[in-house]
C-alpha cells in the first residue's frame, strides 16, 4: 500500500469529536488512538462549544444531526470565538447537495458516513501540516 501521507503529524494533536451516536464514536475514537492523538467527546452540539472554548483545540470532528445544538449552529458558535481550528463535517447527509451546504456554510471540509479511515486520516493530515 502506498501511503505517503506522514500521519506522525497527528501525534499528541487534541481532537474535538462532536457525535452523539455512541457507536460513531468508538469508531472514530479507534481510528484515531492509533495516531496518538488526544480525544474529546462531545455528545452534542452545545457540548462541543463548551469544549471548544475550555480547551485547546487542533481540530474538530462535527457531525451534523445532533441534540440540543446541531452541527451547523455548534460550528457557527465555535466561529465566533475561534476562527482558525479547522473544523471537519463528518454526517450522514452525504449527498452532492449537503456536501454543497455544508461547505458553503464555511466548515473547512465534508467527510461522508460512512467513515472510511484512510479519506479521513488523509484529510485531517491535510490540515495539520
Known amino acids: ?51 471548544a472554548q475550555k480547551f485547546h483545540i487542533d481540530i474538530v470532528l462535527m457531525d451534523i444531526k445532533m441534540p440540543v445544538m446541531d452541527g451547523i449552529d455548534a460550528f457557527r458558535e465555535i466561529r465566533k470565538f475561534n476562527k482558525q481550528v479547522p473544523i471537519i463535517a463528518q454526517t450522514a447527509y452525504a449527498l452532492k447537495e449537503d456536501r454543497d451546504r455544508i461547505l458553503n456554510v464555511g466548515f473547512d471540509e465534508h467527510i461522508g458516513k460512512p467513515i472510511k479511515s484512510q479519506q479521513l486520516l488523509d484529510v485531517m493530515c491535510r490540515f495539520m501540516s
Open 1 to 51: 500500500m502506498n501511503n505517503t501521507v506522514d500521519r506522525s503529524i497527528l501525534n499528541t494533536k487534541m481532537i474535538l469529536i462532536c457525535e452523539d451516536e455512541e457507536y460513531n464514536f468508538i469508531l472514530l475514537d479507534s481510528i484515531l488512538t492509533r495516531h496518538g492523538v488526544n480525544i474529546i467527546w462531545a455528545k452534542d452540539g452545545k457540548q462541543a462549544v463548551d469544549h
